[in-house]
């Protein structure tokens, strides 16, 4: 077997191991109202789109998140709906963090990566392009 192989083989591995990670936060995120879920479903759709096609198949397919996550695939789409539910969570997660015990330094930083995370979800499409 020559090198090549041998990392396609590999990195194969590694993109299926990950999207399989980020399909079980996913469901974690499901349960927890403060952890998103549809964003661990677009990265594990992206992880099984360059490994798996039957793993593909599967999440594009599923009978809640498939419709999202094809129109995320086709157009980069996040419905109205996915942005409030991600706002709501940030928020709720935020007022969480500040009454932890975490170093303010971490509270700034999640703090800008959340406004981060909501323009660029502002900025994306909320629905498909009309032909």
Known sequence: MNIKAVFICYKNLWFKALGLILVALGIIGIVLPVMPTTIF???ALTCFTRSS???EQWLLNHPRYGATLQQWQAHKVVPVKAKCYA???M???F???QYSAAPIWVIY???VIEVLVM???ILR???PPKH
């Open 41 to 43: 479903f677009i990265l």
């Open 53 to 55: 096609p039957a793993l």
């Open 87 to 89: 706002a709501i969570g």
């Open 91 to 93: 928020l709720i997660g």
């Open 95 to 97: 007022i969480f963090l």
């Open 109 to 111: 930083l999640v703090a």
């Open 119 to 121: 323009i660029y979800l």
């Open 125 to 127: 499409p909320s629905s």
